[in-house]
């Protein structure tokens, strides 16, 4: 029903976060993404956003979301998720990042 109805998804990932989430309440963590995501598949576009961020953790010497552990930071226990993994599985829309066509436009 929802995926009739929505048609187009927009994340603003001008900032992004990859640590202490949700909201900037640490801005250590903070970067200059300058990137603005559309699609027309919400899970997939979660699937990407996911990626981006467990890549910018490693980048900066962090295990995965998967793996982290509550800190000083960010206390939830249970940071997994597996929610898009579930939202594919149940037809809400593509997981397989294999089966997902990703267009990259750069603005000057």
Known sequence: MIREKTVLHVLDGIKALYHGGPGIRNPQFVWEHKTMYFATDPV??????WKVIDDKRQQMGMKSIAESKPDAHSTFLNRQPEHVEIAGALGLGEWDEKKVEIKRFNLA
């Open 44 to 49: 997939a576009l979660d699937r990407a956003g």
